[in-house]
């Protein structure tokens, strides 16, 4: 695809954008996949040493997301820029809290800020579904209806 059709333009004062993304892209889907097995209770009952395996590669996805995800926000186009920044730093508070809350031995306060932390990593595939379903039945943005 040429740089002239690419949905987000190349930025001249920031070459590092797109491997900065990329980079939070996969930080990102480690976190997302990670999480996915910490919310079963099963697995937290019956092996707490995979849960806390798992809740270590959750943190260090979420870090990598959000670290990078506040550089490319800085970078990104002006709309949903204050949206975007207010979940990358919600995600890394609630995730500090909740891993803090573990630490202390604090376990109903550690699953209540892991469950936030869990519904604001989920959010980016629940809006991709809503805005697939909104295309799908008011027509893609700017179309002519």
């Not at 695809?1 to 980079?23: C, R």
């Not at 991709?128 to 943005?141: E, H, W």
Request: hydrophobic content about 50%.
């Amino acid at each position: 695809m040429p740089e002239s059709k690419a949905p987000l333009q190349p930025h001249d004062n920031f070459p590092l954008y797109y491997p900065v993304l990329i980079v939070h892209m996969i930080g990102g889907t480690i976190a997302m996949l990670a999480v996915v097995p910490q919310v079963w209770p099963w697995l937290r009952t019956h092996h707490p040493k995979v849960h806390r395996t798992f809740g270590r590669i959750y943190l260090v996805g979420t870090l990598v997301a959000v670290a990078t995800g506040l550089v490319v926000v800085w970078w990104a186009p002006k709309p949903g820029k204050t949206g975007a920044l207010c979940l990358l730093l919600v995600w890394g508070a609630t995730s500090a809290i909740g891993y803090h809350a573990a630490r202390r031995r604090n376990f109903a306060k550690h699953r209540q800020f892991m469950l936030y932390s869990f519904a604001i990593a989920m959010n980016n595939i629940w809006a991709a579904f809503a805005l697939i379903v909104l295309v799908a039945l008011l027509g893609s943005p700017g179309s002519a209806t």
